[in-house]
């Protein structure tokens, strides 16, 4: 069950989750659960508990639950913590007439094994009939359970959230409690009030036993009237929504101009600076988070407490300040010319990108060697791939020194860190930003949609009602609205302001929540929102070379690193973890059967993600080269939302042009073309075994994804070549949603690149604030 995407639970305050559960009674058992029915798939998912303990007393540890699920279901899983790493996993299945059980744990994105210590009980009202198949069940010591980091719980005298996974795909072995299974096909998350999920310990004591009836709960209600104070909305010449890459650039150059801007960030602060405070515990006393240290950047996936990733789409997206840029490798590539010019979809206006990528390198420069002490550290990698690449007719070069040269070469990973620490917009753009008096910058601030009469703005709606009457914070009468909450989240919102499809609008229109804040359906606005869409297909090899240093697969550095490595950065911000795990970047072009180039790129990196191989091997030298396709490339998708609203794909973009995927074979294949000639080269995946057309042939469609998705409100589709929404007066978008074609390289520099362009033209155009 790889809840691959599935985070626990987060702190915020004042935070609103598009699904969230609540009590109801199952008529086959009279038992209350409190839980939640995905509307996509119709499983419902339910748990209820014994009485909390009075003060001091020791809380219980067990739960009855239950699984609901149509028959198409062919497994279905639930992590009450709500993330996959070291969380209590429970998953089932029908296997005939009977339901197969397990309780399991993972300690990274990998097949979760048995999981001692919780003690699974069938209640007689589990069942498989032709159309659902049905688990309650008993769990015991499940409330907490201890891991290498310590004990976990779930926070039954609180509120949390819970993640489910389901697949249509069968197990592999029925029968077998512990077989293995495919990835989930889907996931998502409802939060709960856990401190209401309790019933009298004498209705549980029935239940627990297979008894039915009704329940009586532990909490009272109390009515009371109170009259408070009508709330008064600020109005703001400029609202922009999302602190990313593109959010950050445009409000800090709104707010120069001495406009009244205020920015929205639906996530909580991220470095030490912003007001973060989740950092390693070998740093404490050093003012450092996991978004300051570059080197904690493989973290990020394997934490048991991933809060920073947003919990209502289903890739890897950052919901925390900065957005993306807080928790990517930060590779910072300038753009080269092809990533703004008209071969590539953009407005012939657009093509002179240089004064704005200036204004871009002037604030935020990058490095290659980002050591305070100037030296580049765990480099074996660069100096084995360096010899494989030069053997291919490759030359180095200092890769931002030559942005528009992309074919045949490499050189030393560049990064936008400086001091030894990460960046980005937030340490540059958002600094300078809240220095001013005319800028407010607010977290925890989910946008739903914006207020709209036609084709002028008035405002947004959120989830904080302290910001404004029914949470909707109004605009100046001359005020805008910049949506930069990124390739899914600025699709979502359109979406729900009745911009877009009709069916997307329609699943709006059918959401109890969301229906009536849309505009008359006469107002509804159809725009191609959520096609064009981009994302490089990306496929690993990985290979061992004695003289790697695989550094121990990045596994230790949040809880154990070595100790000389932090102790180093911790005095001078130097050494290993001051640069991410990349250390080489390449580029070539390829000429498709089509007659249309395409360029690959690939980054290099100590260690592995995974290792499949028939070899022996040491996993001590372990390095893997992920090549990408980028520009050039012809397969598109679509990204669009679920009844639950959540984002989500709705077409993978990955291969559905075939040329594409013979092209990246091509790139492989003369990748490992010349391995004998280094001594001591293996490729270990894939091994012998299969051939590279295989391997790309039978990978992971979900692996694919290299999470740099763009052109989801495509320039010249969605909006216009001043990033103003077709068919609106004040409504903007300036994100990774606009980029028409897929950037050369890592898009985060070309996204600050557009950004400073798009706010460009936002302040050019007459009528504004």
């Known amino acids: 069950m790889l809840l691959r995407l599935a985070l626990s639970l987060l702190p915020f305050v004042g935070s609103a989750l598009s699904q969230t559960g609540g009590p109801y009674t199952d008529p086959d058992n009279g038992i209350t659960f409190w839980g939640y029915t995905d509307p996509v798939h119709q499983v419902t998912?339910?748990?209820?508990?014994?009485?909390?303990?009075?003060?001091?007393?020791?809380?219980?540890?067990?739960?009855?639950?239950?699984?609901?699920?149509?028959?198409?279901?062919?497994?279905?899983?639930?992590?009450?913590?709500?993330?996959?790493?070291?969380?209590?996993?429970?998953?089932?299945?029908?296997?005939?007439?009977?339901?197969?059980?397990?309780?399991?744990?993972?300690?990274?994105?990998?097949?979760?094994?048995?999981?001692?210590?919780?003690?699974?009980?069938?209640?007689?009202?589990?069942?498989?009939?032709?159309?659902?198949?049905?688990?309650?069940?008993?769990?015991?010591?499940?409330?907490?359970?201890?891991?290498?980091?310590?004990?976990?719980?779930?926070?039954?005298?609180?509120?949390?959230?819970?993640?489910?996974?389901?697949?249509?795909?069968?197990?592999?072995?029925?029968?077998?409690?512990?077989?293995?299974?495919?990835?989930?096909?889907?996931?998502?998350?409802?939060?709960?009030?856990?401190?209401?999920?309790?019933?009298?310990?004498?209705?549980?004591?029935?239940?627990?036993?297979?008894?039915?009836?009704?329940?009586?709960?532990?909490?009272?209600?109390?009515?009371?009237?109170?009259?408070?104070?009508?709330?008064?909305?600020?109005?703001?010449?400029?609202?922009?929504?999302?602190?990313?890459?593109?959010?950050?650039?445009?409000?800090?150059?709104l707010s120069e101009t001495g406009k009244k801007v205020l920015l929205l960030e639906r996530g909580g602060p991220s470095t030490w600076e912003t007001g973060g405070r989740y950092g390693p515990t070998w740093a404490n006393g050093h003012n450092l988070t996991k978004f300051d240290v570059p080197g904690l950047f493989e973290s990020m996936f394997n934490d048991g407490n991933p809060f920073w990733w947003c919990k209502d789409i289903n890739v890897f997206a950052g919901c925390l300040t900065g957005g993306g840029t807080s928790i990517n490798g930060a590779l910072y590539f300038l753009p080269p010319y092809s990533d703004f010019a008209p071969t590539t979809g953009w407005p012939v206006s657009w093509g002179n990108h240089a004064p704005y990528t200036a204004k871009l390198k002037a604030r935020l420069p990058s490095t290659d060697a980002p050591s305070t002490d100037g030296k580049r550290y765990l480099e074996q990698t660069f100096d084995v791939a360096a010899t494989l690449l030069k053997g291919q007719g490759y030359r180095q070069i200092t890769i931002n020194d030559n942005p528009d040269s992309k074919d045949h070469v490499f050189g030393y990973s560049a990064y936008n860190f400086v001091g030894g620490k990460r960046t980005g917009p937030v340490a540059t753009y958002l600094r300078t930003a809240k220095a001013r008096k005319n800028f407010t910058f607010k977290n925890y601030v989910y946008v739903l949609n914006v207020v709209r009469k036609g084709a002028q703005i008035t405002g947004v709606k959120t989830n904080d009602t302290s910001l404004g009457p029914d949470g909707v914070i109004p605009l100046t009468p001359k005020g805008r609205v910049v949506l930069s909450a990124g390739s899914f989240g600025s699709p979502r919102i359109l979406f729900r302001s009745g911009i877009g499809p009709t069916d997307m609008i329609n699943i709006v229109k059918n959401d109890a929540a969301a229906g009536p804040n849309l505009p008359p359906q006469a107002e509804w606005i159809n725009l191609p929102v959520g096609y064009n869409v981009s994302d490089n297909p990306s496929i690993n090899l990985v290979f061992t070379h004695p003289s790697v240093d695989a550094y121990d697969n990045w596994a230790p550095i949040w809880t154990n690193p070595r100790p000389a490595d932090s102790a180093q950065y911790l005095k001078s911000s130097a050494g290993v973890f001051a640069q991410a795990s990349p250390r080489l970047n390449f580029w070539r072009a390829y000429s498709g059967s089509d007659g249309k180039t395409r360029w690959l790129q690939g980054t290099v990196r100590p260690g592995a993600a995974s290792v499949t191989t028939s070899y022996p091997y040491n996993a001590s030298n372990i390095f893997t080269i992920t090549a990408y396709l980028s520009t050039g490339i012809t397969s598109r998708g679509r990204i669009g939302i679920d009844a639950a609203m959540t984002a989500r794909a709705l077409v993978a973009p990955w291969f559905t042009d075939p040329i594409d995927k013979a092209v990246l074979i091509q790139g492989l294949n003369d990748i490992v073309s010349n391995i004998k000639s280094v001594p001591g080269l293996t490729l270990i995946t894939p091994d012998n075994t299969t051939t590279i057309a295989n391997y790309v042939n039978n990978y992971d469609p979900g692996s694919l994804n290299s999470n740099h998705w763009v052109g989801s409100n495509t320039i010249g589709r969605v909006v216009d070549e001043n990033t103003k929404v077709f068919n609106t007066n004040n409504l903007f978008v300036v994100d990774a949603s606009i980029i028409p074609q897929m950037p050369m390289s890592n898009p985060h520099a070309t996204i600050m690149s557009a950004a400073e362009q798009g706010v460009a033209r936002i302040l050019a155009l007459p009528g504004g604030p």
């Open 45 to 253: 998912y339910g748990y209820v508990f014994p009485p909390l303990a009075a003060a001091g007393g020791t809380q219980p540890n067990e739960f009855i639950g239950e699984i609901v699920a149509p028959i198409a279901t062919k497994w279905a899983g639930v992590s009450p913590g709500g993330s996959m790493l070291q969380n209590l996993l429970l998953v089932a299945w029908p296997n005939g007439n009977s339901i197969v059980r397990s309780a399991r744990i993972a300690t990274d994105y990998v097949q979760p094994t048995a999981m001692s210590g919780p003690v699974l009980t069938d209640l007689p009202s589990t069942k498989v009939n032709s159309t659902h198949w049905k688990w309650v069940y008993r769990c015991v010591n499940c409330v907490s359970w201890s891991t290498p980091g310590g004990t976990r719980s779930i926070p039954i005298d609180g509120s949390g959230v819970a993640a489910w996974a389901w697949s249509s795909v069968a197990v592999d072995s029925p029968s077998n409690p512990q077989s293995t299974f495919l990835e989930h096909n889907d996931f998502g998350f409802f939060g709960l009030d856990w401190s209401t999920a309790h019933v009298s310990q004498a209705a549980y004591d029935i239940w627990k036993n297979g008894g039915t009836g009704g329940p009586t709960t532990t909490t009272t209600t109390t009515t009371t009237t109170t009259t408070q104070p009508p709330v008064t909305a600020t109005p703001y010449d400029y609202i922009v929504v999302g602190s990313g890459a593109g959010g950050l650039v445009v409000a800090d150059r």
